[in-house]
Structures are given as C-alpha cells and as structure tokens.
C-alpha cells in the first residue's frame, strides 16, 4: 500500500454525505474571491494613509509599510495553524465565517483609524483574522475525491487570481473618491461575504470525521511536529514549501521596483503587466489544471510546472529590453499549474480529520518565508543596482538566485515525491 492512500480514520457513521461538491465548489468559489478582493482593493492607499497618518517622508512611509507586511505575515504564521486545527474540531464552516466578521471588524478599525497606532491594530487584527483560505483548502479536500482534488484546488487559485486582479482595481478608483473609502467598500464585502456564508454555506467536515483539539498543536511548531511525526514524508514537502515561498514571495515585490529601474515603465504599464498576469493566472488555475493532472498525473504535473517557472525566472533576470521580459509570462503562468497539483499530493497523504492541521501547518511555513523574502529580495535588488554602473547583467541577479531556489526545490519534489506515480496509478486502478 501506498504512503499516499489516505490512512484510516474514524469511520463515518452519518447518513448524509457532504455538501454536493458541484454547489459547494461555488460557495467557496465566492468566498475566496470576495476575501481577496477585499485583502487587495486597500493595497494602492494603504501608503498614502500611512503617510497622511505619520507625516513622514517617503523612507518613513517605506519602512512603515514594510513593518506592516512583516506584522501581518507573523499573525499568520501564528494564526493559521491555530485555525486548522480549530476547523478540523469543530468544521470548517465556523472558522470560514470567523474569519469573514474578524476581517470586516478589521477593516471598519481601519477605515476610522485616527492614529498610526490604530492602522497598526488594524493589520495586526487582519493578519489573525484572514484564515478562510486555510479553511477552505481544508473544505475543497473535504467535497474532492482524491483524483480530483488538482481540479478542485485550482479553483481556489484562480478565485484568488481574479480577486488579486479586481481589488487593486477596484482600490484604485474608490482611492480617487477618497482615501478611507476602499476600507469601508473591504468591510462590506468582508460581512457580505460572512453573511452569505451563513445562509448559505454548508459544513463539509461530518462530525464523526472531527479530531479533538490537543494544545500542543495550536501552535506553528507543534501542529507541525505532529504531522511530521505521522507521515515523515511531509518533512520533505515542507521544505518545498518553504523553498517555494522564499523564492515567490520575494520575487513578487520586485515585478513593480525591477520593472521602473531597468524599463522605465509607467504605472499604467506595470498595472497591464500585473493584469495579464492575474488574468493568466486565473485563467490557467481555472480550467488547466484538471485536464492537465489527468492526463499526466499529479506529481508530472507538479515538476514540468516547476520547470516552466524556474525557466521564467531566467529569463527575467536576462530580460534586457521589456518585450523579453513579457515573454517569460507565459511560462510564469502556465507553471502555475504545481500549486494546486502540488496541494492536491500533499492533501492526499493526510486524513479527512486532519486536512484543516495540514493547511494550517503548510500556511504557516510559507508566513515563515514571508516575513524574511521580500526584505532579502529587495536588499539584493539594490545591491545589483549599485554594482549596475560596471555592469548591467547584475540587475538580473535577484532573478537568478529565486531561480537557483526554484531548482532546489524542483529537485527535492521529485524526490519527495518518487512514490507519487506508484500512488496514482494504485488509486486509479481502485488498488488497496
């Protein structure tokens, strides 16, 4: 038997099954996308509030803005695996909604702020509250067979494109009526969303299928720890993870910077690049990855798209003109099928009572790079530019090191997952 057949866990004694997965994907669907639209309609003011809060200069807004994102990073190192577990105790429903009226309380702190202070409670509180998208991993696993769940977790991804593509946006317009209005417009989505969740979204974890809550486990470590202990093997995926987070989490911050110094490209030009991408990338998230996983399986499909990506960050970072540099989107965007065929070998690994701990668990360690990543990246970024004035290819060189991450961690897939295929075609062919 396989170590990725789903081991043996209370048995299920309910007569109702879970929600149908068809009306159930749609919920969810709409949490997630409503979740992200709120997250990112706050991003093009949230500078400008800062600085008409502080009254500083521009180095005080940038490092203040930088202390935000490391704060809010570490409340979700902290609070994800913490909501994991919760949602495998006591469903994934209450934690989804949770979530939805902490971040809406959140982002009304927010929208009246008088004080720096108080803009800082604020991202404190969201970086805690925003979980729904641990839970609703937790969720889709829950409404996916097995050989679906690629499919299903690149619905969430493309969910969380297109609300990445239509916040902004949508921030940008509310920014010009007035610089509070796109917190208030993020409040109502956040409780609009947690209302409809609460007349309508069902519980997908039967309570015969729950675990109880150890203490030792609501913490990053220990959650961590337990799983580890249980399936060695995700001490591997885990440092995937962590390579995969180091690598996007600090290439993602440079795309605007990188773009500026080495094209001289306009903000209308980074905000049609940054649009393509997310259009792509829910493009691909959406209707790619469950033909694609069925045709070359789960873990294939994990490595060629870690191979596209890793070929996408060379070739940004040897992108002397901007035309080069639109052609390694393709590449980014196409590989952009691993994530969820990623998710989708690591989420059949675990039991149904321990989904929420595992997305909890993997949450936090991409938190983890998250709060190291982008000052590292962007200190490398202005290392190159001052070596520019001898020479130019230096500008590239933030690029080629998240590519060397993004090998590292290709290699260490495949190893990690050298048993995936066996697993496959054991589950496909109905094997025990």
Known sequence: MSFL????????T??????????AAVFIYITILLDMMAMGVTLPV???LIQGLSGGGADHVARTFGLFATVFAVMQFLAQPVQGALSDRFGRRPVILASNFGLGVDYLVMALAPTLPWLFLGRVISGAAAG???AAS??????????????GFGQIFGAASLGIILGPALGGVLASLDMRAPFWVAAILSLANALYGLFVLPESLKKANRAPVVLSQLNPVGGLAYLIKRYPVLLGMVTVVFLYGLTWQGVN????????YRYAWKPADIGLFLAALGAMNFAVSSWAVQPITRRLGERMTTLVGMGLQSVSLILFGLAGQSWLFWVALPFLCVGSISGPAWQAIVSNMVGTNEQGRLAGAFGGMFSIAGMAAPIAFTSLFALAVGRHATNGAWLGAPFFVAAALSVVA???????TRHAGAAETERASGGA
């Open 46 to 48: 949230l500078p400008r």
């Open 253 to 260: 911050p440079l795309f605007t910077i990188y773009s500026t």
């Open 5 to 12: 057949k789903t081991p043996t866990t209370t048995p299920d």
């Open 132 to 134: 729904s998208f641990t």
């Open 14 to 23: 309910t007569p109702e099954g879970p929600p149908r997965r068809s009306a």
């Open 410 to 416: 290709l290699g260490l897939a495949a190893w990690a």
């Open 138 to 151: 937790a969720y889709m696993a829950d409404i996916s067979e097995a050989e679906d769940r690629a499919g």
